[in-house]
């Protein structure tokens, strides 16, 4: 077969058709320049000139969607390399009354990450990838800037819970329009509710996927690459797998279904087979690459994209994410100043 573009691999992968080799992602957070886009748009250049991912996502910090409602992070990295809340904008109930529409062109946080897709501005070392913007869903923004409270609100002030969410949601639609007009590829809409551990089916089918259906219907037209992430464990994956997409992904090692079984219930393909947590992190090269080889073999090299998860942890050694890049025959680049093994 002849040489793929990275846009004919994953369309191939989508509808499940033949591919040259496998597409592969990996995406991480880069806590020491992410409060700005030049720094942010430059090491995730050099991320992907290194690595060559089929497409190449922007993973801003993960505040940048909740300051302007008045959240404060914390200087505080966590291993994934985001930073936790330090002051939530909703602190009592009544605190749902404030939060209006925003405007993603000016708003803290939303320009930053339109300024990153800017500052990119398809240099060449992105090649022919599609450029994903990070999106939360409505209600996952509703719980970052809630924190622990949320679920609480959901049951006692549904009608303010409700309302909020629904300014959230005018404001992630206008930044995915913003956005997808700088010429990026897709969206990578992260939904971090639709668990079990964070709230009952009927809560998220209630105040959760009207949205999610919304949002990412709003995609279909525009979007080449639209990646249906699903973060967490206990997933409610019946629901998710009937929202529209391009793409699932979530952990399917450490909290399942197996790719095999997701196959089964989504239209496209799906994303995974890499344990960022332990296989990527702890366990030697040779492991790394047993497990892509696996994902491979779940799905007959077909519908499928090998990726971690979620995000690489920021302490992952090159010489295992380097040697599943080798095995799944990518373009692996010497990383400058550094000698290869």
Not at 55 to 78: H, M, N, Q
Not at 195 to 201: E, G, L, P, T, Y
Request: aromatic letters at 6%; a neutral charge.
């Amino acid at each position: 077969m002849k040489q793929m573009t990275r846009r004919e691999r994953l369309t191939a992968a989508i509808n499940r058709e033949p591919v040259d080799r496998v597409p592969y992602a990996v995406w991480r957070h880069f806590p020491a320049v992410d409060r700005s886009p030049a720094g942010l748009a430059q090491a995730t250049l050099r991320f992907h000139d290194h690595y060559g991912s089929d497409f190449l996502k922007i993973t801003p910090r993960g505040g940048y969607c909740v300051e302007a409602w008045g959240c404060v992070e914390s200087a505080d990295v966590l291993p994934t390399g985001n930073r936790p809340c330090a002051s939530c904008a909703v602190k009592t109930s009544d605190d749902w009354k404030r939060i209006r529409p925003l405007d993603p062109a000016s708003a803290d946080g939303w320009v930053e990450q339109l300024e990153t897709i800017v500052r990119l501005g398809f240099d060449r070392r992105i090649g022919d990838a599609p450029v994903l913007a990070t999106v939360f869903s409505p209600l996952s923004i509703a719980r970052k800037l809630s924190g622990d409270r949320l679920a609480t609100d959901l049951r006692q002030h549904p009608a303010a819970v409700s309302a909020a969410v629904d300014a959230i949601g005018e404001t992630v639609l206008h930044f995915n329009e913003l956005a997808l007009a700088e010429g990026i590829g897709g969206i990578f809409y992260s939904i971090q509710t639709a668990s079990a551990s964070v709230m009952d089916d009927e809560t998220y089918a209630r105040f959760g996927e009207p949205w999610d259906r919304r949002v990412l219907e709003a995609l279909r037209p525009k979007s080449f690459l639209t990646v249906v992430h699903c973060h967490g464990d206990r997933l409610l994956f019946d629901r998710l797998a009937r929202l529209p997409g391009h793409v699932w992904n979530w952990d399917d090692r450490a909290a399942g279904p197996t790719l095999a079984a997701a196959a089964g219930q989504i239209v496209g393909a799906v994303c995974g087979g890499l344990n960022q947590w332990r296989t990527l992190r702890e366990a030697p090269p040779a492991e790394a690459t047993a497990e892509a080889e696996d994902a491979v073999g779940q799905m007959t090299g077909r519908g499928l994209i090998v990726a971690p998860g979620c995000v690489l942890l920021t302490n992952t050694p090159d010489a295992n994410v380097a040697a599943v890049v080798k095995a799944l025959g990518g373009p692996l680049k010497p990383i400058p100043g550094v000698k290869a093994d």
